[in-house]
């Protein structure tokens, strides 16, 4: 199954990515988790990367598509992949189409996420992962059975992304109905569009998307 996860920042792609990643055996691609292990490496594009991240804007068409081209090829991919904060532009969209192609890959779906606009704010504002294992919760959405322990992995240790202040995520909500929601229409025109309920709960999400993923079409 090859899919993309398509929404504003806080739309729940990376929440929802994970559970599919457990129940269909397929790898999450999230290029912006990819971009942040870049900058946590403290390598050369991580530095570059972690200034235009910071300010909410794209990391360059050239970096990204670079990264998913080398990603779609490892061996974990063969059954499939959801893209998880990619295609984020019009030309990342035109390069992942020629990247499928020549490699006879076709797109099963693409699922739009949609939530309002101050939703998505008080979502980021709460959003913090566990340090151990990356697994995303939220302060009053989606907090651990036991306070402070980690459900999945058991760790004490948490994390908030630095972007994920109110003056960034209003640059990249910006960002993203410039730039990304235009991609709509030109997956909506290739026959692949669906969507979800985003702001509905977790489990109903999840519910919406297996519907989407079982029905066919
Ligand atoms: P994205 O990857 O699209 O940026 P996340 O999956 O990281 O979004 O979700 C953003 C925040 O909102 C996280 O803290 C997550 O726990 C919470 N969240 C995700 N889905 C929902 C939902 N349906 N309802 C309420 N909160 C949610
Ligand atoms: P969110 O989960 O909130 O949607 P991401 O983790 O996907 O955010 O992305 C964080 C930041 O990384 C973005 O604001 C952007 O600067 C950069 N980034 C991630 N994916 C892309 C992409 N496909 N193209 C350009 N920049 C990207
Ligand atoms: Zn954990």
Known sequence: MKLILLGPPGAGKGTQARRLVDTHEIPQLSTGDML??????????????KAVMDRGDLVSDDIIVGMIAERIDQPDCVNGFILDGFPRSEAQAAALDIMLSERSIALDHVIEMRVDDEALVERLAGRYTCAECGAGYHDRFQVPQVESVCDNCGGREFKRRDDDNETTVRSRLTVYHDQTAPLLPY???????????????????????????????
């Open 36 to 49: 942040r292990a870049a900058v946590s490496a403290g390598t050369e594009l991580g530095q570059m990367a």
């Open 187 to 217: 997956y909506r025109a290739k026959g692949v569009l669906r969507h979800v309920d985003g702001m509905a709960e977790i489990d109903v999400v999840t519910a919406q998307i297996g519907a989407i993923l079982n029905g066919g079409k």
